[in-house]
């Protein structure tokens, strides 16, 4: 929350502030970059949607990414990407594809050369050009390892204590710079940043060969009367373009993975032979990851907001969004809350969850062999009052353990037949309920103690943060920021439903 | 006239409101003027941040509406419907500095001069009655809770006195007219940041000498943010609200202030027969969004021609979009 001297020192700079766009150069990487550029046009003509092909783009752009997006010399991302993998990957494709071996072999080559290369355009452009001593935030879209990015800078700024990496999240609270410099072409990061000025001298860095746009400077539609004072106080430094010898520019996406491709590929599989599937969304997430979520409307999904008081939120998978961070746990193999319940329930909870394991396992058979509105119609004819087609899907979900009344539930026992161990069944869901809801009560506290402690800074530069829980040896859960919310379904066997997807190794798999 | 309002920094010191606040409160007078019942109007904001822009634009809203407005009309109002009230309603009468339960008896002649007839306390205690004139017939409110059961004897609750805050910025004829409930703003945003905004921070205009200090409430006077028994001018509904709200009295010159994409998101159909202005912090999430909706109202809107505002120089960072409809 901003405070009224905020408020006023955000309209004093509104008023006059230099946005100043910057490039930098180097050779290897523009070389590096239009050959890729190049590949993806090949590949594109050729209109292949080979997982092979994509999954050798994703490690290409990754690479360009990264170096594009980092202070840091080229050679300190050398680790980035198994070069082992690669080649592997490369001689599959060139020998599958013919034509396209002159273009790989072209990529290979200047990666090859960038991948050991001591350069360090970005960092010489700053020792250079800001050696003042005024206080200066830099703004990073990415960074694999923050403390080495901070130890680098702190080595090259060793006269100036006053540069800091700072994040978009933080530029929205009370923190002001004498000067930001943004690192990355201005798509890369929120509008906000260039028009909500926290500084009077914004320094925009980007490589020559990166194309690059004007932030957004009007957003109501046009109007008889326009009033706006946007423009006025900003005063655009465009960059010097004129001894560019590159035929293109190259707007470098900072979604590496195409979630288009990959949706197709998981649309094109074989026909499913497992008995029991369910509905899924896809959730596309930093560092090359994904994970199937059932589609229903149960809020059971851990996520970490910046934007919220609350450090984690429970959503369900049609409220997730790209500014959120996933909570996955990563430590064990078993559902960790469940590992909880189980221990507050005790010797009873394997014959419990068997039985409770039993009559949803039936109640699915029901809704994949029945037409819902059917069930729902069976359902509201044996007393069920809060049935509808949301509803029984949730209630068919091993995410959900029981409806809320009585009358739902025992009208699903009558349904898969078990009306004669309703009440004992629905004692035992009671049971589960609590013991879950106790063991969840439990962990969200340990891991918000957890994330109190935590530089989240970090986590939204990195993209991707582990939290070990206190108490438990190997219970840990990762936090992953969300890149892409599928809005296709998919059936998907239970089992496939939480666990994670690497797509860097989709071809492979 | 600009008011010379100063506000108390953390630090302690007191400076003269900044130039940007000085805006907002000119932009809420401005659209006061406006506030005719034969048109509606919407003025839509993107700023590079969204507090404390919404209570100065209310601030400018009243000063508009108490320095045109006389009591004496109000009194008149007032009175009749206080006598077409049915006997026994239950209704608040101040006095002292105190207000008190009672019940509404009827209208009766005394001494030549028409007169409310209240009653303070219980029947069976003693049923001690009141003859309240025309001129105090403002100590008077509608008590809403129906089921008023009098005291045997009452001293009655402790009351918001006069603010000499509101009396230098609104006028002291102004007393009169904040005595009537009335909802001619509603503020619909976050709790925590406008409660803390309005009721808070300390503002003073320094006049004989001394700062005459109070808050934006004093002035803003928000029934959520003060004694239920209080009377208010504006009234407050959080973003986040579940669409079962207490009846807000709105009538047709009330105003909405949405502070923040959120609130107007959520709340946006719930009053789209009523004059609005939308505050968007452009660094809010759900910034985009709602511009989106902004801009699909203007276009959808069956608006007037050459509608414009008539504003003075604006700070940087501000983007404004206006326009009237017929109703």
């Given at each position: 929350?901003?405070?009224?001297?905020?408020?006023?020192?955000?309209?004093?700079?509104?008023?006059?502030?230099n946005l100043r766009f910057h490039e930098v150069s180097s050779k290897p990487l523009a070389e590096y970059s239009l050959s890729l550029k190049k590949l993806e046009?090949?590949?594109?003509?050729?209109?292949?949607?080979?997982?092979?092909?994509?999954?050798?783009?994703?490690?290409?752009?990754?690479?360009?990414?990264?170096?594009?997006?980092?202070?840091?010399?080229?050679?300190?991302?050398?680790?980035?990407?198994?070069?082992?993998?690669?080649?592997?990957?490369?001689?599959?494709?060139?020998?599958?594809?013919?034509?396209?071996?002159?273009?790989?072999?072209?990529?290979?080559?200047?990666?090859?050369?960038?991948?050991?290369?001591?350069?360090?355009?970005?960092?010489?452009?700053?020792?250079?050009?800001?050696?003042?001593k005024r206080s200066t935030g830099l703004v990073l879209k990415t960074a694999n390892d923050l403390n080495a990015v901070e130890e680098v800078l702190k080595r090259?700024?060793?006269?100036?204590?006053?540069?800091?990496?700072?994040?978009?999240?933080?530029?929205?609270?009370?923190?002001?710079?004498?000067?930001?410099?943004?690192?990355?072409?201005?798509?890369?990061?929120?509008?906000?940043?260039?028009?909500?000025?926290?500084?009077?001298?914004?320094?925009?860095?980007?490589?020559?060969?990166?194309?690059?746009?004007?932030?957004?400077?009007?957003?109501?539609?046009?109007?008889?009367?326009?009033?706006?004072?946007?423009?006025?106080?900003?005063?655009?430094?465009?960059?010097?373009?004129?001894?560019?010898?590159?035929?293109?520019?190259?707007?470098?996406?900072?979604?590496?993975?195409?979630?288009?491709?990959?949706?197709?590929?998981?649309?094109?599989?074989?026909?499913?032979?497992?008995?029991?599937?369910?509905?899924?969304?896809?959730?596309?997430?930093?560092?090359?990851?994904?994970?199937?979520?059932?589609?229903?409307?149960?809020?059971?999904?851990?996520?970490?907001?910046?934007?919220?008081?609350?450090?984690?939120?429970?959503?369900?998978?049609?409220?997730?969004?790209?500014?959120?961070?996933?909570?996955?746990?990563?430590?064990?193999?078993?559902?960790?809350?469940?590992?909880?319940?189980?221990?507050?329930?005790?010797?009873?909870?394997?014959?419990?969850?068997?039985?409770?394991?039993?009559?949803?396992?039936?109640?699915?058979?029901?809704?994949?062999?029945?037409?819902?509105?059917?069930?729902?119609?069976?359902?509201?004819?044996?007393?069920?009052?809060?049935?509808?087609?949301?509803?029984?899907?949730?209630?068919?979900?091993?995410?959900?353990?029981?409806?809320?009344?009585?009358?739902?539930?025992?009208?699903?026992?009558?349904?898969?037949?078990?009306?004669?161990?309703?009440?004992?069944?629905?004692?035992?869901?009671?049971?589960?309920?609590?013991?879950?809801?106790?063991?969840?009560?439990?962990?969200?506290?340990?891991?918000?103690?957890?994330?109190?402690?935590?530089?989240?800074?970090?986590?939204?530069?990195?993209?991707?943060?582990?939290?070990?829980?206190?108490?438990?040896?190997?219970?840990?859960?990762?936090?992953?920021?969300?890149?892409?919310?599928?809005?296709?379904?998919?059936?998907?066997?239970?089992?496939?439903?939480?666990?994670?997807?690497?797509?860097?190794?989709?071809?492979?798999? | 006239?600009?008011?010379?309002?100063?506000?108390?920094?953390?630090?302690?010191?007191?400076?003269?409101?900044?130039?940007?606040?000085?805006?907002?409160?000119?932009?809420?007078?401005?659209?006061?003027?406006?506030?005719?019942?034969?048109?509606?109007?919407?003025?839509?904001?993107?700023?590079?941040?969204?507090?404390?822009?919404?209570?100065?634009?209310?601030?400018?809203?009243?000063?508009?509406?108490?320095?045109?407005?006389?009591?004496?009309?109000?009194?008149?109002?007032?009175?009749?419907?206080?006598?077409?009230?049915?006997?026994?309603?239950?209704?608040?009468?101040?006095?002292?500095?105190?207000?008190?339960?009672?019940?509404?008896?009827?209208?009766?002649?005394?001494?030549?001069?028409?007169?409310?007839?209240?009653?303070?306390?219980?029947?069976?205690?003693?049923?001690?009655?009141?003859?309240?004139?025309?001129?105090?017939?403002?100590?008077?409110?509608?008590?809403?809770?129906?089921?008023?059961?009098?005291?045997?004897?009452?001293?009655?609750?402790?009351?918001?006195?006069?603010?000499?805050?509101?009396?230098?910025?609104?006028?002291?004829?102004?007393?009169?007219?904040?005595?009537?409930?009335?909802?001619?703003?509603?503020?619909?945003?976050?709790?925590?940041?406008?409660?803390?905004?309005?009721?808070?921070?300390?503002?003073a205009i320094y006049e004989d000498n001394q700062m005459i200090k109070g808050s934006l409430n004093d002035l803003l006077r928000v029934r959520q943010f003060q004694?239920?028994?209080?009377?208010?001018?504006?009234?407050?509904?959080?973003?986040?609200?579940?669409?079962?709200?207490?009846?807000?009295?709105?009538?047709?010159?009330?105003?909405?202030?949405?502070?923040?994409?959120?609130?107007?998101?959520?709340?946006?159909?719930?009053?789209?027969?009523?004059?609005?202005?939308?505050?968007?912090?452009?660094?809010?999430?759900?910034?985009?969004?709602?511009?989106?909706?902004?801009?699909?109202?203007?276009?959808?809107?069956?608006?007037?021609?050459?509608?414009?505002?008539?504003?003075?120089?604006?700070?940087?960072?501000?983007?404004?979009?206006?326009?009237?409809?017929?109703?």
């Amino acid at each position: 929350m901003n405070t009224l001297s905020s408020v006023s020192k955000l309209f004093e700079l509104a008023s006059n502030y230099n946005l100043r766009f910057h490039e930098v150069s180097s050779k290897p990487l523009a070389e590096y970059s239009l050959s890729l550029k190049k590949l993806e046009y090949q590949i594109l003509n050729q209109d292949e949607g080979d997982i092979l092909l994509n999954d050798l783009l994703t490690h290409f752009r990754k690479f360009r990414f990264i170096l594009s997006a980092s202070p840091l010399p080229f050679s300190a991302h050398s680790e980035l990407i198994n070069s082992k993998d690669l080649n592997r990957l490369s001689r599959q494709c060139q020998l599958m594809y013919q034509d396209l071996k002159k273009d790989i072999d072209t990529v290979l080559e200047t990666y090859e050369a960038l991948r050991n290369s001591p350069e360090k355009p970005v960092l010489d452009f700053l020792r250079e050009n800001f050696k003042d001593k005024r206080s200066t935030g830099l703004v990073l879209k990415t960074a694999n390892d923050l403390n080495a990015v901070e130890e680098v800078l702190k080595r090259t700024f060793l006269w100036d204590k006053s540069f800091s990496v700072v994040t978009p999240s933080k530029l929205k609270k009370s923190f002001f710079f004498d000067r930001l410099i943004i690192l990355g072409p201005t798509y890369w990061y929120p509008d906000y940043l260039f028009h909500c000025p926290r500084s009077s001298s914004i320094e925009i860095i980007l490589y020559d060969w990166q194309s690059y746009h004007t932030p957004r400077m009007e957003y109501f539609t046009k109007s008889h009367s326009p009033i706006s004072s946007l423009l006025q106080g900003c005063n655009i430094h465009m960059r010097n373009t004129n001894d560019i010898d590159y035929r293109e520019l190259i707007e470098v996406s900072d979604q590496i993975i195409d979630y288009k491709k990959i949706e197709k590929s998981i649309a094109n599989r074989p026909a499913l032979t497992a008995t029991e599937y369910v509905s899924a969304k896809l959730i596309g997430l930093a560092d090359a990851k994904g994970i199937f979520f059932e589609d229903h409307s149960i809020k059971n999904i851990w996520t970490i907001s910046m934007q919220s008081k609350e450090p984690i939120l429970k959503c369900s998978v049609n409220e997730l969004d790209t500014d959120s961070y996933l909570l996955i746990r990563t430590g064990t193999g078993r559902d960790y809350i469940q590992i909880k319940a189980d221990e507050f329930i005790g010797n009873r909870a394997e014959k419990m969850r068997h039985r409770h394991y039993v009559w949803k396992k039936r109640l699915r058979k029901y809704t994949a062999k029945y037409p819902a509105e059917k069930i729902c119609f069976y359902l509201r004819k044996h007393g069920g009052t809060r049935v509808n087609k949301i509803n029984l899907r949730n209630w068919a979900s091993d995410d959900n353990i029981k409806p809320r009344e009585y009358n739902d539930f025992l009208a699903l026992m009558k349904l898969v037949k078990f009306e004669d161990h309703a009440e004992k069944l629905w004692k035992e869901a009671e049971d589960l309920f609590r013991a879950h809801h106790r063991a969840g009560m439990v962990i969200r506290k340990l891991l918000i103690q957890e994330i109190k402690k935590s530089n989240l800074g970090k986590l939204e530069l990195e993209q991707k943060m582990t939290f070990h829980l206190p108490d438990s040896e190997d219970a840990t859960f990762t936090a992953y920021k969300i890149e892409y919310i599928s809005q296709n379904v998919f059936q998907v066997e239970p089992h496939q439903l939480r666990a994670l997807i690497d797509f860097n190794h989709l071809g492979g798999q | 006239m600009e008011l010379e309002m100063y506000y108390k920094e953390d630090t302690g010191g007191w400076f003269l409101i900044p130039d940007w606040s000085t805006f907002f409160i000119n932009l809420g007078k401005e659209l006061a003027l406006r506030n005719t019942g034969s048109k509606r109007w919407t003025a839509a904001l993107t700023l590079p941040a969204k507090e404390y822009i919404a209570p100065f634009i209310g601030v400018g809203i009243l000063s508009s509406v108490f320095i045109k407005s006389s009591a004496d009309d109000l009194l008149e109002v007032h009175f009749q419907s206080l006598s077409s009230l049915e006997k026994y309603t239950p209704v608040w009468y101040r006095k002292n500095k105190r207000i008190l339960k009672a019940v509404f008896l009827g209208v009766t002649d005394y001494q030549g001069e028409q007169r409310l007839l209240i009653q303070t306390q219980s029947t069976k205690a003693g049923g001690l009655t009141e003859y309240i004139s025309k001129e105090n017939a403002l100590e008077i409110q509608l008590n809403p809770n129906e089921n008023q059961r009098l005291p045997n004897n009452q001293k009655g609750r402790a009351m918001t006195v006069e603010s000499r805050l509101t009396d230098s910025i609104f006028g002291v004829h102004s007393q009169a007219l904040l005595k009537q409930p009335k909802t001619r703003i509603c503020f619909v945003g976050g709790k925590e940041q406008l409660e803390s905004e309005i009721t808070t921070r300390m503002f003073a205009i320094y006049e004989d000498n001394q700062m005459i200090k109070g808050s934006l409430n004093d002035l803003l006077r928000v029934r959520q943010f003060q004694h239920s028994v209080d009377p208010y001018q504006s009234q407050f509904v959080s973003s986040l609200a579940r669409k079962n709200e207490p009846d807000l009295n709105l009538t047709s010159t009330s105003i909405i202030i949405y502070s923040g994409s959120n609130g107007f998101l959520n709340w946006k159909e719930d009053f789209q027969y009523t004059n609005s202005i939308v505050v968007l912090d452009r660094s809010e999430p759900q910034f985009e969004f709602a511009v989106e909706e902004i801009n699909n109202k203007y276009i959808q809107s069956n608006r007037t021609p050459f509608s414009k505002l008539d504003l003075e120089a604006m700070p940087g960072g501000i983007e404004l979009l206006y326009w009237e409809e017929t109703r």
